[in-house]
């Protein structure tokens, strides 16, 4: 008898870690990426040069921004661009990012939804001051209880110019909210959201997936 309560124990105190791992997985699930693009007459990539700057001049020469903004020189060269400095290059391409300060959620209700995700209602510049998401995320581990988390709305903006005469040939938006504000991991995936079908169809939204956040 002893052994067979044992046995059942075991049992019991593995049925909970495999239900443990469940939840962590759903929780590292990915987070999706709104990605607006417009564009007037962007030109082939051969025989054209560009340059990125910043859009905010508080953030030119900043390691940051540079850091950032490598990931878009990398994308842009992918498509067959040449860098090359800003004075002497034929496009300029304007890059911005931020994240907002987060905002609490807090859920008694057991209905089951993205604790991530709902439709965008239009862009807002940086700072983003303002929340547009429902909220009703459910535990399973506490039935109808409380549940609290932060989410965070964080974006790129992209902006392509003639360096001739200024003449804007694209620009596009990419928007996410998750529960992380770490520039260092939604930047790059942000920009890779941005670039994934690059230029797009002017004037369409799609909705792109990034892979989650690596704990350590």
Do not use: H
């Not at 082939?44 to 020189?73: I, K």
Request: net charge negative; glycine share 8%.
């Amino acid at each position: 008898m002893k052994a067979r309560i044992t046995n059942f124990g075991q049992s019991v105190r593995l049925a909970v870690l495999s239900l443990a791992l469940l939840g962590l997985a759903a929780c590292a699930s990915n987070f999706r990426a709104d990605v607006s693009r417009f564009q007037s007459q962007l030109p082939a990539p051969q025989g054209q040069t560009f340059a990125v700057v910043a859009e905010d001049p508080a953030l030119a020469g900043g390691l940051e921004f540079s850091q950032y903004a490598a990931l878009v020189e990398e994308q842009m060269q992918a498509l067959g661009y040449t860098e090359a400095r800003p004075e002497d290059a034929t496009l300029l391409v304007s890059f911005d990012y931020g994240v907002d300060n987060g905002r609490e959620r807090i859920s008694t209700s057991s209905y089951v939804r993205d604790p991530y995700w709902s439709p965008w209602y239009g862009y807002r510049p940086y700072p983003y001051r303002s929340s547009m998401w429902g909220y009703g995320w459910y535990d399973p581990w506490f039935d109808r209880g409380v549940d609290s988390y932060t989410v965070y709305t964080s974006g790129i903006d992209l902006k392509i110019d003639r360096a001739a005469d200024g003449e804007r040939l694209f620009e596009g938006k990419a928007q996410a909210v998750s529960r992380s504000n770490k520039l260092q991991y939604l930047v790059p995936n942000l920009v890779e959201a941005m670039f994934t079908g690059f230029p797009g169809n002017s004037g369409e939204t799609v909705r792109i997936s990034v892979a989650p956040e690596k704990n350590d």
